[in-house]
């Protein structure tokens, strides 16, 4: 079996972390709390800590994404970003506090549920199925929303049919958009580095979420191809999909971004606008290194 | 496993680019592959004649033994490894427990039709009207294994699946109603007349060696139809990587749960053709030495391939018994047929790790877990 690809402390940790009990009620003082429930929230991280064992990787982070936007989280090394993306794409379970896709709970959904749900992802380190071709790993995306039974696919039923033609040309048309139709056929191992990112962005849309979130996709590139990605990212937003976007590269991020949350050490310390954010006193001593209380 | 997904878009991809007999073949247009293929199956109907080839055909059977035995004997063992094949070989779940499924179905034949068995004043049915029920009882078993299983891989499941077969083999054994190593006698023959004979009697095994064919050939077609479609990527995937599967909206445990159903119940049509066959069954056949060598002929044939899990499967029944009649300064090589049988597994899997007819696939995640433990 393949090692998980993540950092080994918090794979560990999260086997801690999961049994770890419900999530503490949500009663209106939390939500008073928050100020106005925003209307338009198509994804709402409310009052969320996450601990691994005594570890606390999250501490009571609320924000709330709008349908539509390019939304940022930011933060430095080790500020929880990743941790606060598996917690909303079901890998992690959240000690207390709750997350709202469309208005509904996802904490403790299954995983594949989520995604079925409208929430799509990318990994930090590119997890692709090696061995597929680029076309199979889109496929695989695709298939999500794909009601083949083992009897249909047994049996050649039309179903069978139907469903691979249909989701054969989204997943090519996929690739087209995010320019590496001409690499279809090749096992995805043996794709640049550069092309299996957007390979694995290209097999999240074809998930047809409503939000993506993109992990640290430029990590890596060069500014040639972050100039690309940007333009990627924009043009998939343009297709009326909500993005969510980690990265410790501020430059990026203000480029591309509406808004912007940026944590440190689990804690939220800032939100609003990218100009915003980059004047903010807390965030400029979180990136600099200067002691908090003496910004 | 790929010529699907990307056979009209490039005329050369990574598969089928690759030169060798497979290569040539995956270029082939659709009819010369089923020229070949049914040619192929042709050929295997004719097996029980190869001794009357001059030269090479009494080189080839064993002296002394029935060859259309050793040919259903064969056909048996390659129906387990096709179906050991979709567990291990597709969905990457290591199974060491499969000789239990071959046991279930087995004994459900066993019990619904001998005489022997309590239930014969209720059931004391025919043997057809027994194969469904117990293929059911296969899948059930099938889930059963699975289900407590789904959160374990690798060397767990390993362990967990092994002690599943020995339940089965104890209760077998240690059991009034399974009856042990009395067994079940009586077990009724396939039906069917041919110019007012029976066909399934006991003389001539040749009949069983073709029923053993058409049912190998049902199952090449239902898997292959199932790994070229969303099923078979789903397996795939969850072999790869199955966390990024899961994410990807993979239903992990369902396709998880059904691979150890379809290769339970595969593993359970060769028990039931087993039971028809000998008409007689005991505990000491479905030993876990079986489960072993099925899964040494799979991934000896080449683990994820089809062409490669029908190779494995035959040669684990053919070798041992081919040693059988060879003497060497008076001792006859049958009695050390299975450490001879382990050296040829050792000397192949030092030549060809990735199998006899390797997948492709497989072979390049060898290569690259290889590669992860030497970096060059």
């Known amino acids: 079996m393949s090692e998980p690809h993540m950092d080994t402390p918090e794979e560990l940790d999260r086997m801690n972390a999961r049994p770890i009990d419900e999530p503490a009620p949500t009663g209106a003082d939390q ?13 709402e991280v409310d009052h969320v800590t996450l601990r691994f064992g005594g570890v606390v990787a999250l501490n009571d982070v609320s924000f709330s994404l709008r349908k539509g936007e390019i939304f940022g989280l930011i933060g430095p090394n080790g500020a929880g970003k990743t941790t606060c993306f598996n917690a909303m794409t079901g890998v992690y379970r959240p000690t207390s506090g709750a997350i709202r896709f469309q208005g509904q709970s996802i904490v403790g959904k299954k995983k594949h549920e989520i995604t079925r749900g409208g929430i ?24 999500a929303h794909h009601k083949t039974s083992v009897i249909s696919a047994l049996f050649r039923l039309p179903r069978h049919w139907q469903e ?28 640049s580095y550069g092309e299996q990112r957007r390979l694995e962005i290209a097999r999240a849309l074809a998930t047809n979420p409503t939000l993506l979130c993109l992990d640290e996709p430029a990590a890596g590139f060069n500014p040639a191809e972050k100039a690309e990605l940007l333009e990627l990212i924009r043009r998939i937003r343009d297709t009326g999909v909500t993005v969510l976007l980690i990265e410790h590269d501020m430059r990026l991020v203000m480029g591309v971004t509406d808004r912007i949350v940026v944590l440190e050490f689990g804690k939220k310390i800032a939100e609003g606008t990218p100009a915003e954010v980059r004047d903010n006193p807390a965030v400029i001593a979180a990136y600099l290194g200067v002691p908090t209380d003496a910004a | 496993m790929s010529d699907t997904a990307v ?98 179905g087995a004994y459900g034949t066993a019990i619904l039709t001998s005489k022997d068995s309590v239930l014969y004043s ?26 407590p299983t789904l959160r374990l891989r690798g060397d767990y499941l390993a362990i967990v699946t092994l002690g599943f077969a020995e339940i089965i083999r104890i209760v077998a054994t240690n059991t009034q109603t399974f009856r042990g190593d009395r067994g079940f006698t009586g077990i009724p023959h396939p039906p069917g007349t041919w110019n007012g004979k029976v066909i399934f009697g006991v003389t001539d095994a040749i009949p069983y060696f073709w029923l053993g064919l058409v049912v190998i050939i049902a199952v090449i077609f239902g898997v292959r139809n199932l790994d070229r479609s969303r099923v078979g990527r789903s397996w795939l995937a969850i072999r790869e990587d199955e966390e990024a599967a899961e994410i990807m909206g993979v239903r992990t445990t369902k396709f998880k749960l059904w691979a150890f159903s379809i290769g339970a119940f595969i593993g359970g049509l ?40 029908i190779l494995g499967g035959a040669l684990i029944s053919y070798i041992p018994d081919r040693l059988r009649g060879i003497s060497v300064g008076g001792t006859d090589l049958y009695e050390y047929r299975f450490a001879m049988f382990g050296v040829v597994i050792i000397i192949i899997m030092i030549l060809r790790p990735q199998g006899l007819i390797p997948s492709r696939r497989r072979a390049m995640e060898l290569k690259d877990r290889a590669k992860e433990v030497a970096p060059l």
């Open chain 1, 31 to 43: 939500i008073l709390d928050q100020g106005v429930r925003d209307p338009d929230a198509l994804l």
């Open chain 1, 120 to 143: 799509a992802r990318t990994f930090q380190n590119v997890r692709l199925f090696p061995e597929m071709t680029a076309l199979e790993n889109v496929m695989v995306g695709a298939d």
């Open chain 1, 164 to 191: 691979e033609r249909s989701g054969r040309e989204r997943s090519l048309e996929l690739l087209e958009f995010v320019g590496i139709r001409r690499r279809a056929g090749d096992v995805s191992r043996n794709l």
């Open chain 2, 7 to 104: 056979a009209t878009e490039k005329p050369k991809t990574s598969f089928r680019g690759s030169g060798g007999v497979r290569g040539w073949f995956g270029r082939q247009p659709g009819w010369v592959r089923a020229v070949v293929a049914l040619a192929a199956a042709a050929l295997a109907f004719l097996l029980p004649y190869v001794g009357d080839i001059p030269l090479i055909g009494p080189q080839l059977i064993t002296e002394g033994i029935d060859w259309p035995s050793a040919l259903f004997n064969m056909s048996y063992y390659v129906l387990l490894a096709l179906g050991l094949n979709v567990v291990v070989g597709y969905a990457g779940l290591l199974d060491l427990g499969y000789v239990g499924f071959f046991a279930v």
């Open chain 2, 122 to 147: 209720h059931t004391g049915w025919a043997w057809l009207a027994a194969v469904p029920v117990a293929l059911a009882a296969t899948m059930l078993a099938g889930l059963i294994l699975g289900w």
């Open chain 2, 270 to 309: 060769g028990g039931v053709l087993f039971a028809g066959e000998q008409g007689f069954i005991n505990s000491s056949t479905f030993v876990l030495q079986f489960s072993i060598l099925v899964l040494a002929g799979v991934v000896m044939g080449g683990s994820g391939n089809m062409a490669g899990a």
